[in-house]
């Protein structure tokens, strides 16, 4: 046991090391970002890491920009929108597919399947036309109408469900529940972290989606955070110090959630 102690403690070692290493590599563009934030014009056109006098008024900039804060709401509230229903989508068809008995059950599975190999970008035109026609050009219909539903997270949730067993659906029709309270009470949190991970991947896609909110928002005011960050004219005006001021204040929300979204799935994974 004494010769084994020394081995356990280098494993030990390296094991810190590496992790700090990786930590670093993935804090560091993180660190650069809020760094060049406050760069003056002359800082960028230098090899820096820190400012040599931080520009605080990068951010006066950013944030007194008149279009600025309806961006970050459009992007907000249609994300949170968009991965609220989706998840909620989601979850409902999965529990069909996985707990009900139905004719046609598995040609909606494969419809549903078939979505996966269809490119988004070739369907581009005629979902323009489609939201066109409805007349929900400019609004947060139209922006999210594209991201109720993924064949791919489907599948992931369904494998969750599958893995829970249909006894459990069982007792708890036997226990008088009807399937909308199992699915609220016992099969939602049974797979938490797998929904919570749908709900965020949801969230960061919608708000980094730049091609179809740029298709179907014309006005300044409609527009998102990823659509109108081009549209501030920080770049043509050489003021880089104020885009970049602009992209760490539409970071802060995504990591505050994320923080958000590790306890959940930690707290999920230990009630499990």
Same mark, same amino acid.
């Given at each position: 046991?004494?010769?084994?102690?020394p081995?356990?403690?280098?494993?030990?070692?390296?094991r810190?090391?590496?992790?700090?290493?990786l930590?670093?590599a993935?804090?560091?563009?993180?660190?650069?970002?809020?760094?060049?934030?406050?760069?003056s014009?002359?800082?960028?056109?230098?090899?820096h890491?820190?400012?040599?006098?931080?520009?605080w008024a990068?951010?006066?900039?950013?944030?007194?920009?008149?279009?600025?804060?309806?961006?970050?709401?459009?992007s907000?509230?249609?994300?949170?929108?968009?991965?609220?229903?989706?998840?909620?989508?989601i979850?409902?068809?999965?529990?069909? +597919?996985?707990? @009900?008995?139905?004719?046609?059950r598995?040609? #909606? %599975?494969?419809?549903?399947?078939? =979505?996966? /190999?269809?490119?988004?970008?070739?369907?581009l035109?005629?979902?323009?036309?489609?939201?066109?026609?409805?007349?929900?050009?400019d609004?947060?219909?139209g922006?999210?109408?594209?991201?109720?539903?993924?064949?791919?997270?489907?599948?992931?949730?369904?494998?969750?469900?599958?893995?829970?067993?249909?006894?459990?659906?069982?007792?708890?029709?036997?226990?008088?529940?009807?399937?909308?309270?199992?699915?609220?009470?016992? +099969?939602v949190? @049974?797979?938490?972290?797998?929904?919570?991970? #749908? %709900?965020?991947?949801?969230?960061? =896609?919608? /708000?980094?989606?730049?091609?179809?909110?740029?298709?179907?928002?014309?006005?300044?005011g409609?527009?998102t955070?990823q659509?109108?960050?081009?549209?501030?004219?920080?770049?043509?005006?050489?003021?880089?110090?104020?885009?970049?001021?602009?992209?760490?204040?539409?970071?802060?929300?995504?990591?505050?959630?994320?923080?958000?979204?590790?306890?959940?799935?930690?707290?999920?994974?230990?009630?499990?």
């Amino acid at each position: 046991m004494r010769n084994r102690r020394p081995v356990d403690r280098v494993k030990f070692v390296t094991r810190k090391f590496l992790l700090a290493v990786l930590a670093a590599a993935v804090a560091f563009p993180l660190l650069y970002m809020l760094s060049s934030s406050l760069f003056s014009a002359r800082d960028f056109n230098q090899i820096h890491i820190l400012p040599e006098t931080p520009v605080w008024a990068n951010y006066i900039k950013a944030l007194s920009h008149r279009h600025f804060l309806s961006y970050i709401v459009n992007s907000v509230g249609t994300a949170l929108l968009a991965s609220i229903l989706r998840t909620a989508v989601i979850i409902l068809a999965a529990f069909a +597919l996985t707990h @009900l008995r139905f004719r046609g059950r598995n040609a #909606v %599975f494969a419809a549903l399947v078939l =979505t996966l /190999f269809i490119p988004q970008e070739a369907l581009l035109y005629q979902n323009y036309r489609t939201v066109a026609s409805l007349g929900l050009l400019d609004t947060w219909a139209g922006i999210i109408a594209t991201s109720l539903f993924s064949g791919a997270q489907m599948l992931l949730v369904m494998g969750s469900f599958m893995s829970l067993g249909h006894e459990t659906y069982d007792a708890a029709r036997i226990d008088g529940a009807s399937d909308l309270m199992y699915i609220h009470s016992v +099969l939602v949190p @049974l797979s938490g972290p797998v929904v919570i991970t #749908v %709900f965020i991947q949801t969230l960061i =896609t919608v /708000f980094n989606s730049y091609l179809w909110p740029l298709l179907v928002t014309n006005r300044p005011g409609s527009r998102t955070i990823q659509v109108g960050i081009t549209m501030l004219g920080f770049a043509e005006s050489g003021e880089t110090g104020a885009q970049m001021a602009t992209i760490t204040l539409i970071s802060i929300p995504f990591l505050v959630i994320l923080a958000i979204a590790k306890r959940k799935i930690q707290n999920a994974l230990i009630r499990r």
